[in-house]
């Protein structure tokens, strides 16, 4: 069984163009640590929130254990960034999706496989819960939600589009 930890921003940036079932349909339950859900929940009336809170069947919060291991890298990754690592490690997850460029370096120094927001679209499309792309990564500009430009033409062209 998969065991998926996600950061705040795939959430919300799934979130904000509808797609956030797209993590049940790939991954059917997916982790995120007490940090993630604070930051996610820190506006009480955000569409992140209301998303998350009904998907609690199958979006699990967890509390890490090693809270001490929090304080190696606080000076270089927010607390959510960290704690994803963190659980990842303690419940030996097979994937973490962040999007965050300098948290995946350190993930990937960890030995675990990343994505992002992208890969989980480009995934789902794969996996035919999508038609295209290139329309959700247009809605996530006009949400405010900006990706580098080499990423999206290596996604889009990986996608076909």
């Known amino acids: ?3 998926v930890v996600v ?13 956030l079932h797209l993590l ?3 991954y059917g339950e997916i ?14 009336d955000s569409i992140t929130k209301e998303e998350i809170d009904k ?18 890298f606080k000076s270089q990754l927010h607390a959510g960034e960290v704690e994803v690592m963190i ?10 999706i962040i999007d965050d460029k300098n948290a ?3 993930a990937k120094y960890l030995q675990f496989a990343v ?9 789902a499309k794969k996996e035919g819960y999508i038609r295209a792309v290139k329309p959700l990564i247009e809605k996530l500009f006009f949400n405010g939600i900006f990706l580098d430009d080499r990423i999206i033409a290596f996604c889009l062209e990986q996608a076909g589009e």
């Open 115 to 123: 994505t992002g927001t992208l890969g989980v679209l480009l995934k």
């Open 104 to 106: 995946k370096r350190h």
């Open 24 to 26: 049940k349909k790939l």
């Open 55 to 72: 998907s609690l069947d199958w979006v699990h919060v967890c509390r890490i254990s090693n809270e001490l291991a929090r304080d190696f």
């Open 7 to 19: 950061n705040a921003t795939p959430i919300i940036s799934l979130c904000h163009i509808d797609q």
């Open 31 to 44: 982790l995120i640590p007490e940090a993630v859900y604070y930051e996610i929940s820190a506006k009480h």
């Open 1 to 3: 069984m998969h065991k």
């Open 87 to 96: 659980l990842g490690k303690e419940v030996e997850a097979t994937l973490l």
